[in-house]
């Protein structure tokens, strides 16, 4: 079988389908030309710690202003970033784009919740708190982005003799809403972990301003009454088992109401597509080195190398054009096995250079169940595994589309992503298949599947604007499908920009004849 499978994957034909193959009521594309309403976003914290080379939180503060966002200067122009899924993102200004150019104390600052855009950072938008506003949403607007959102201190600003807190916030977000804001993240602050307060805030946002997406963070409860809830901050080399562990602890929690409480793994595409979460984008396009020559240790260029695997956000993002995030609450399960990454530190491999067990030679340690599943069951692999077995995720979508991702691991010192022989049983075959990350070969089981010679089957990479045809390079029997590595690599990555390292993001989907 595994001959037959590499055979039969060495063969992919390059043609793109088209109706001069004979089947005119097939699609073009597989990806919807129409930009995701998924709450996903584009923050510019890792942009601010580059052009500044991270050399405090002050400057990092500092460098959020109009000329970094708009300006052609070195290290500045953030708005031209990822021009193929702009459409598709919230881009949000993080920290501190409400206080005063020279005020980036990172506590005791008396503007910290002030929520206004200040006119000494954006000294082009004049006039009321809303006016201002607004102009600056209809110019990143005018850049292509889906719209803009902002950092929220958690608290109300001190010294300024506020009394009612309700009606502070009430007017903030009637602020946002007239101005066509689109996005909160509420982080830290004095109230960051007052559960009553973080719900009122959800609240007047629902009433006062219904098209803002409203994210809170920092205790997994909070996602019961949220409109999306971040799983916060992480380090790159052991971020993929801590993100899927966080995410997995907040599967069993029930929404309240009419919260949506839809999980953001941040930057994560491949989780966020195997397990259902909303993306919050955070490598940017200025790679290499800081500006003052140290390594990006935000970023560093080991291991997985994040910001050469560009191309994985844009195949997650586009994702959500066909299948939108959605909130916890339903069936899920969670494999009790867990499999554990070591990374062994070198110089400037994490920003968290401050905390314990942070030195060269340390190792950091992560781990995380080794499947997790959502309207599923569980994936299973077919044959013997070793230790260095990926991650296993899938997840069945509310509209029926299901994806499937398997997530490499930081072992030591390298990234290693084992290709494994992966079953996955699937209630129906009518819906899109996201696949996401290497596989040895990935078995799609159906209850029922229609006669081999009645079936059409396409697959698209994720980040191309056309299908292929690849039902000769499939291998059906019964009610199995079958891809082989070759197939899942060449597809996934058939649209690659130069020198990304990406894992393969596709979509496939059958049609009868």
């Known amino acids: 079988m595994k001959k037959l499978i590499k055979h039969l994957a060495l063969s992919i034909p390059t043609l793109i389908l088209s109706v001069s193959c004979g089947a005119d009521r097939l699609p073009r594309s597989l990806v919807p030309d129409r930009p995701s309403k998924a709450p996903d976003y584009f923050c510019t914290w890792n942009l601010q710690g580059y052009v500044c080379s991270c050399s405090s939180n002050e400057a990092q503060r500092e460098a959020l202003n109009e000329r970094n966002l708009f300006g052609n200067g070195s290290c500045e122009n953030w708005l031209e970033a990822f021009p193929e899924i702009r459409m598709d993102l919230d881009f ?59 950092w929220i201190c958690a608290q109300e600003p001190e010294g300024r003799g506020i009394t009612d807190t309700a009606a502070f916030w009430k007017a903030r977000l009637q602020e946002a809403d007239s101005a066509g804001f689109t996005y909160w993240k509420v982080d830290w602050g004095t109230q960051a972990r007052n559960g009553q307060w973080r719900r009122m805030i959800s609240e007047l946002g629902r009433e006062y ?28 080399v052991i971020s993929q088992p801590t993100t899927i562990q966080r995410v997995a602890d907040m599967l069993a929690y029930q929404p309240e109401s009419d919260a949506r409480a839809i999980v953001n793994c941040e930057d994560e595409p491949y989780i966020a597509a195997g397990l259902g979460c909303a993306i919050g984008v955070m490598r940017h396009q200025f790679t290499g080195n800081f500006p003052d020559g140290l390594q990006d240790f935000a970023f560093p260029p080991v291991g997985r190398n994040i910001k050469m695997r560009r191309d994985e956000v844009i195949r997650g993002v586009r994702w959500h054009r066909i299948a939108e995030p959605f909130g916890v609450g339903g069936e899920y399960k ?29 190792t950091l340690r992560a781990a995380a169940p080794a499947r997790v599943s959502r309207g599923l069951q569980l994936p299973e692999t077919i044959g013997e595994t070793g230790p260095d077995r990926p991650y296993l995720l899938a997840s069945r979508y509310p509209n029926g589309a299901v994806a499937i991702a398997a997530i490499g691991r930081g072992l030591g010192r390298q990234y290693i992503s084992v290709p494994v022989n992966v079953e996955q049983v699937l209630p129906d075959w ?84």
């Open 92 to 150: 949000v200004m993080d920290d501190s784009w409400d206080i005063p150019q020279g005020q980036n104390a990172p506590s005791n600052n008396p503007y910290l919740g002030t929520v206004i855009l200040d006119t000494t950072r954006f000294p082009s938008y004049v006039g009321s708190p809303a006016q201002r506003l607004g102009k600056l949403v209809r110019d990143v607007k005018n850049k292509g982005w889906r719209g803009l959102g902002g």
């Open 209 to 236: 301003a219904p098209g803002l997406w409203i994210e809170h963070a920092l205790d997994e409860r909070f996602i019961a009454f949220s409109d999306v809830y971040r799983t916060y901050d992480v380090e790159n």
């Open 334 to 362: 969670v494999d009790p096995n867990k499999l554990e990454d070591a990374w062994i530190l070198d110089d400037r491999e994490t920003w968290y250079y401050w905390g314990e067990g942070r030195q060269k030679g340390d």
């Open 430 to 513: 009518e819906y899109p298949i996201g696949i996401f990350g290497r596989f040895g070969s990935l078995t799609l089981v159906f209850p029922n599947l229609p006669e081999a010679n009645k079936l059409v089957v396409l697959g698209q990479d994720l980040a191309a604007d056309s299908a292929v045809n690849i039902t000769r390079q499939v291998i059906i029997d019964g009610n199995k499908l079958i891809l082989s590595q070759e197939l899942i690599d060449k597809i996934g990555r058939q649209k690659v920009s130069p020198n990304d390292k990406s894992d393969p993001g596709l979509v496939i989907r059958i049609f009868e004849k």
